[in-house]
């Protein structure tokens, strides 16, 4: 069965600093694999996705993440934090036909100190 | 842009009312999603829809129920409501086109709470 573990629930960086949120699947199958970023009281919205093209995926607002099959690691970085990323990000990963599920991990917050 | 609307933001409801929540999307999606969105449990999924009046379980349907009359509407119901579906509920709505890697679009949700 396809999972998503994203490894701790709280990161907190100065503003500046390197950002590095980890994630990790399961998947039986070559996955189809997606950031999302949710600020206060709004929604989720798409960061990035990898589809198989390309194992670099470059994301909206400087972010990017690595397939790394190996691993079976997708994790999310930017290279210099800012005030305006702090929110709760969510890796998922989407399965079976028709893309009607996906499955999310339980998010990390990213608090960015002054 | 895709907009998903979720008809209210803040909602209070009281045990044992039935509740409903709306959703409508304008980009014409085939798959239409309701989540519940609780601290450390990520994004669980209740029912979702992949065409008028079609409708699926997701992994915590008890409770719930949905409508989809019209493509662009997807409707949650909670029969009777109790304390324990307090909760932020997130709609969200894909394309099925070209199979898995089409991304979900998400309402601003609505936080829901039960007295």
């Known amino acids: 069965a396809q999972s998503v573990t994203q490894l701790g629930s709280h990161v907190s960086v100065s503003e500046g600093a390197l950002v590095l949120l980890r994630c990790n699947y399961s998947?039986?199958?070559?996955?189809?694999l997606f950031w999302y970023v949710q600020y206060p009281n709004q929604g989720l919205q798409l960061l990035l996705k990898?589809?198989?093209?390309?194992?670099l995926v470059k994301g909206i607002n400087g972010f990017e993440a690595e397939f790394k099959k190996s691993e079976t690691s997708f994790h999310l970085t930017k290279p210099s934090a800012h005030m305006r990323d702090a929110a709760e990000y969510f890796c998922?990963?989407?399965?079976?036909?028709?893309?009607?599920?996906?499955?999310f991990g339980a998010g990390t917050r990213l608090f960015v100190k002054a | 842009d895709v907009k998903v609307t979720q008809s209210s933001r803040y909602l209070v409801k009281r045990t044992g009312e039935k509740v409903f929540l709306e959703c409508v999307q304008d980009m014409d999606h085939e798959n239409m999603f309701w989540y519940r969105q609780d601290p450390g449990l990520g994004l669980r999924l209740i029912y979702f829809s992949y065409d008028v009046k079609m409708k699926e379980k997701g992994d915590i349907p008890e409770g719930y129920s949905v409508s989809r009359e019209k493509k662009e509407r997807f409707s949650l119901i909670l029969e009777s409501a109790s304390t324990n579906q307090t909760s932020m509920y997130l709609c969200?709505?894909?394309?099925?086109?070209?199979?898995?890697?089409?991304?979900?679009?998400f309402g601003d949700g609505t936080r829901l709470s039960i007295l």
């Open positions: 969200a709505s894909s394309n099925l086109d070209r199979g898995l890697s089409q991304p979900q679009h």
């Open positions: 998947s039986s199958v070559p996955p189809y």
């Open positions: 990898y589809t198989s093209a390309a194992t």
């Open positions: 998922a990963v989407s399965v079976g036909t028709g893309g009607f599920k996906t499955i």
